[in-house]
């Protein structure tokens, strides 16, 4: 489903200072795998998301996406292929705009748009429906401005709008982190079944690594813009935070300096 190979990408090249964010990471996800990604503050977490959706073009490699090398695209052909959820609620969504004129943008995604009228009777019982699978009574406000909506309920309508168009893959950065605990927990719990029904392949992105190996099929770690660790199966199963820690130590010889933030 994701194939990636040998991608690198330097910012700043040119200048004094070169800064180096993925450096020659290769990637394999099967279709319906669910990777979760951890790593210190600038691993490349974000970085390796970023290239993926195509926010930049990388400096060299292979992207491909369910058969199709899409290095070469630009965000907005990759987004047919692509759905993603930000850490910051405000993203993703237009405030000014209600909810039904989100969904229909959303459904839309990644392909042409005319002039005929957005929504019609059938498509509005078609987002009610699905609205009211969330369980915040979000169907009953279709004409709401998106931003009368709570940190909860706007991360949970982006999660809903990134995979209406039945992405090959989803990208989760950190989706959850800057929700409240309670509605943190309530969105992954939205997250897994979404994903289930849905039967989609998955990069999550979090700082929280007992979150990290309970979510999901497998776990990478990432550190200085390269994969360092990639754990599934009955060993990931049976591993707990410090035994992440302590590979961590291991493979790079050093201490994990800011395992706090890890720790989320």
Known sequence: MLELYEIRKT?????????????????????????????SNGAGKSSL???????FPVDSGKIIIDGTDVTDWPEYKRASLVGRVFQDPMMGTAASMSIEEN?????KRGQARGLARGIKGE??????????????GLENRLT??????????????TLLMATLSKPKLLLLDEHTAALDPK????????????????NL???????NMEHALKTGTRTIMMHEGQVIFDV????????KVADLLSEFARLRGERLADDKILLG
């Open 49 to 55: 998301l970023n290239a993926i959706a195509g926010t």
């Open 103 to 107: 969904m229909a943008m959303a459904v």
């Open 201 to 207: 392949t998955v990069l999550m992105v979090t700082h």
């Open 232 to 239: 599934s199966g009955r060993k990931r199963e049976q591993m």
């Open 11 to 39: 910012f700043n090249l040119g200048t004094p200072t070169p800064t180096p964010a993925l450096r020659g990471v290769s990637l394999k996800l099967s279709p319906g795998e669910f990777v979760t990604i951890i790593g």
């Open 183 to 198: 509605t943190a927990q309530q969105v992954s719990q939205l997250t897994d079944k979404i994903v289930r029904e849905n």
């Open 144 to 157: 709401d401005k998106v931003r009368l909506l709570s940190g909860g309920q706007r991360q949970s309508l």
């Open 123 to 136: 498509m509005r019982s078609y987002f009610r429906e699905l609205l009211a699978g969330l369980g915040l």
